[in-house]
């Protein structure tokens, strides 16, 4: 909830970019949402197990949660620091941003 939370504040500080950080966070509720509704309509006792390669490489390499969350919660840091400082962040790095957090 804290990055739905970041996600937010975002918005208000690139109010050119509102658009950006609603579907960020539409994405992200969403997909929490649909991994436990399959999980649970599946009939399984955990959401980690899955036949996805992707998401289970997430969950069992030790250091793929741990780089992939700071990494998000990082950008989400930076973009707020970014917003106080005298440059402002063009569309294009905020973009680029968003796309290697």
Known sequence: MG???????????????W???TFLLVLDISSHWFQMYSTLS?????????DNALLNFYYTFPYALLIFC?????MVVILY?????????????????????
């Open 70 to 74: 700071c990494g998000a919660e990082m």
């Open 81 to 101: 620091l970014l917003a106080f400082t005298e440059q402002k962040v063009s569309k294009s790095k905020l973009q680029f941003y968003v796309c290697i957090g």
């Open 42 to 50: 599946k009939g399984a006792t955990t959401h980690k197990g899955s």
């Open 19 to 21: 658009g950006l950080y």
């Open 3 to 17: 990055l739905a939370a970041q996600l937010v504040v975002l918005s208000h500080l690139y109010k050119d970019h």
